[in-house]
């Protein structure tokens, strides 16, 4: 059994400002290593446990490093279908944060009804996608898509996060009007919470240098993995010298909401929570446009060959990347670089974001909030040292 994975941050606080942040994470960040010697398709059943948050995620980037390992290219309707499947996960990730996260900061009862309700939707994805229940293949599973049941599986979980925010997403973030007076009606836990990091103190807090992940990931990224024999680039990665943002401010930063955020207050507190409700909102609207592009597609006979190859998928949290070496039907080496790696890095944005900031006894859950805004794939506990004291 692996111990339990824990990130702890440390902030050293000298004349009245965080002078220093230390950032200490126990996670098993070659935890891949014990898929040496397996055969692909068992790595591909392992990973969701081995991983219990973003499992699709993970399985689909381990599925694009194998396919690109052995030149498979997959069909025009396995990319829609996969691409739901990772929305649909997504979605879940992002709401229930907001009905199981948030309310306990604004001191309210997490909405476990909500919570279940829109779990229960987008579980219903994957059978309605994959009947035969062989996503996990290499090259594609049986694409047998059920329009009615997917349609159905959107409505309903747009249903609990309308009722999650007592307005539909897309309402809440159509215009600045209708987002202040969303947050201001205080109707539920997660618009009390806006409210609450809309005072400029808390909006701006966290701000620091926007460094947004490449689209296509940073460049040479399959290099800089290939020659990490020690696991050192996996824990603290880079590129040239620069640590990277990923995760949905990152890619939302384009979205009307989160611009008008990020010009008001810069890339700071409010920016990201604001950018995690409009990728949810966004999400939603994707999958609706995507059944209309699903197709049935037979599962295609694939034979992986030896050969190394990088899969990159967006995750929920942000950028994951797998890279896999076969040998004779097997997995040489495997490696998986997580979101949480860069946005939790000594230098990235949550340091970056705490160096400087200004103490004083609501300091601990300011860091908190800004942790639980970049989102850690593993329990975040934030401690405040005061060298003045």
């Not at 947050?183 to 806006?194: D, E, F, K, M, Q």
């Not at 008008?260 to 409700?277: E, I, T």
């Not at 900031?357 to 593993?378: N, S, Y």
Request: aromatic content about 4%; glycine content about 8%.
């Amino acid at each position: 059994m692996f111990p339990e994975a824990r990130l702890d941050v440390t902030l050293r606080v000298e004349a009245g400002r965080v002078a220093g942040v230390n950032i200490h994470s126990n996670r098993l960040v070659q935890a891949s290593k014990l898929f040496a010697g397996r055969r692909p398709d068992e790595v591909t059943h392992l990973l969701p446990t081995l991983f219990a948050l973003c499992g699709t995620a993970q399985v689909l980037a381990g599925l694009a490093a194998m396919e690109r390992a052995s030149g498979i290219s997959t069909s025009s309707s396995q990319t829609p279908a996969r691409q739901m499947l990772l929305l649909a996960e997504t979605v879940t990730e992002h709401g229930l944060g907001l009905a199981r996260d948030w309310p306990p900061l604004v001191g309210a009862e997490p909405d476990l009804a909500a919570a279940r309700r829109l779990k229960l939707a987008m579980a219903a994805v994957r059978p309605a996608l994959y009947p035969a229940g062989d996503w996990t293949r290499p090259g594609g599973g049986e694409v047998r898509p059920s329009l009615d049941a997917l349609g159905k599986a959107v409505n309903e979980a747009r249903a609990a996060v309308a009722d999650i925010l007592s307005a539909d997403a897309e309402a809440v973030l159509a215009d600045p009007d209708s987002f202040h007076l969303w947050h201001r009606s205080g109707n539920r836990p997660a618009a009390r919470l806006i409210d609450e990091i809309m005072a400029p103190d808390l909006a701006t807090f966290g701000r620091g240098p926007f460094l947004p992940m490449p689209e296509q990931g940073p460049a040479g990224l399959d290099a800089r993995l290939d020659g990490d024999r020690d696991g050192a680039y996996l824990a603290r990665p880079d590129s040239h010298g620069r640590v990277f943002e990923t995760g949905p401010l990152a890619r939302m930063s384009w979205h009307p909401a989160v611009t008008a955020q990020m010009g008001a207050f810069g890339a700071g507190l409010l920016a990201r929570m604001v950018a995690r409700l409009a990728e949810l909102a966004s999400s939603l609207q994707e999958m609706d446009q995507l059944v209309h592009a699903l197709s049935d597609a037979p599962a295609p006979a694939a034979c992986l060959v030896d050969g190394a190859g990088l899969g990159l998928v967006e995750a929920a949290r942000g950028l994951l990347a797998h890279r896999v070496e076969l040998e004779s039907g097997r997995v040489k080496r495997y490696q998986i670089l997580a979101p949480t790696e860069w946005n939790f890095h000594p230098e990235g944005p949550l340091a970056r974001g705490l160096m400087g900031a200004p103490a004083g006894p609501e300091l601990e859950r300011r860091a908190t909030l800004l942790a639980l805004a970049l989102d850690p794939c593993v329990a975040c506990r934030v401690t405040v040292e005061n060298a003045d004291a």
